[in-house]
């Protein structure tokens, strides 16, 4: 972390991606007095990427002697206290946490991009830096360790799942606002899963999300589900023809019964293509399910049988 100032005596757009560097991240970090903001030169906190007179920041270094060169063409005489970016970036959801009863905010920030990695890139992904105890923290995690406030992908597959942490030292009511879904095609949907209330959020028809947070809850209590058209028009099958929505993502199963039938028996079962089942277990009493299975990369049946009939789907499973 090596913290600089902008050297204009006006302000500058924080294009750190097209800046001359050597050993340097495309990260800028901003203290605003409770959270970090942050920029990767397209998309984050700071308001339209706009560095201010006289501001200084943060960046990343990742080696023996750093430098980097801010071009004057970056100058900007926009003065004004609250920026605006009007560029829409495709396939950009932001999702913004508030509430508690404080002014607060936190963002977090996906994006799919075709030259990015699903690890750690400092081309593109900043990683979390957390604010003060009674700012709520919202932010992706990639793996242990690893927490992320933009997090930028591979392009978008037919289906994706990024786990999401939260944790604020104050409990109460919060709310969590989605923005940019307009920035993916008609055919994908997103979905945010509630694992403490085993819920099943379609953010394209409900953007906003409230939920109770008690202190020292599991931090790790959201997932965002970004699922294709092959798996939207399942969702809006009749729940009395086909109460549960199937689909996987690497080499996990997901199950999510849609029905209010939860006491029932339902055994899930799994096939090779050509009929040997590979997996059997039964459904556990809960909105959602899912199975992790060591096989090799293919197409798989999923059988779903309860009371009163049985279901299947064809799913494709990869290590």
């Known amino acids: 972390m090596n913290f600089i100032g902008n050297p204009f005596s006006c302000a500058i757009n924080g294009n750190i991606h097209t800046w001359t560097k050597t050993n340097v991240n495309n990260t800028i970090k901003i ?7 942050d920029w990767n030169g397209s998309a984050g906190t700071i308001t339209g990427g706009i560095i201010p007179t006289s501001q200084s920041f943060f960046i990343i270094v990742t080696g023996d002697t750093p430098s980097i060169t801010i071009p004057a063409s970056d100058r900007t005489h926009n003065t004004a206290k609250i920026y605006k970016n009007n560029e829409i970036l495709p396939n950009l959801l932001t999702l913004k946490v508030e509430g508690g009863g404080y002014e607060y905010i936190d963002q977090t920030f996906m994006n799919f991009k075709e030259n990015a990695t699903d690890d750690f890139d400092g081309e593109f992904d900043v990683k979390k830096w957390f604010g003060i105890d009674l700012a709520p923290q919202l932010y992706s995690v990639i793996y242990e360790g690893m927490n992320l406030s933009i997090n930028t992908m591979q392009n978008l597959e037919s289906e994706r799942i990024v786990n999401l942490a939260f944790h604020v030292e104050n409990s109460g009511i919060y709310k969590i606002t989605a923005n940019g879904l307009e920035s993916f095609t008609t055919d994908h949907f997103i979905y945010l899963e509630d694992l403490a209330m085993n819920e099943m959020i379609n953010l394209s028809e409900n953007p906003i999300y409230e939920f109770s947070y008690q202190q020292g809850e599991d931090i790790n209590r959201f997932r965002v589900h970004f699922l294709d058209e092959q798996y939207v028009e399942m969702e809006n099958i009749n729940k009395e023809e086909n109460p549960y929505f199937i689909y996987s993502n690497k080499n996990k199963i997901f199950i ?47 059988k779903i049988t309860d009371s009163k009939n049985s279901y299947s789907k064809k799913v494709f499973l990869k290590k």
């Open 31 to 37: 203290w605003d007095g409770a959270q970090y903001l």
């Open 256 to 302: 999510r019964n849609k029905s209010n039938n939860l006491n029932e028996n339902i055994k899930l079962e799994v096939y090779s293509i050509l009929g040997i089942k590979i997996f059997s277990e039964n459904l556990e009493n809960s909105k959602m399910s899912n199975f992790e299975l060591n096989v090799e990369n293919g197409n798989y049946i999923v």
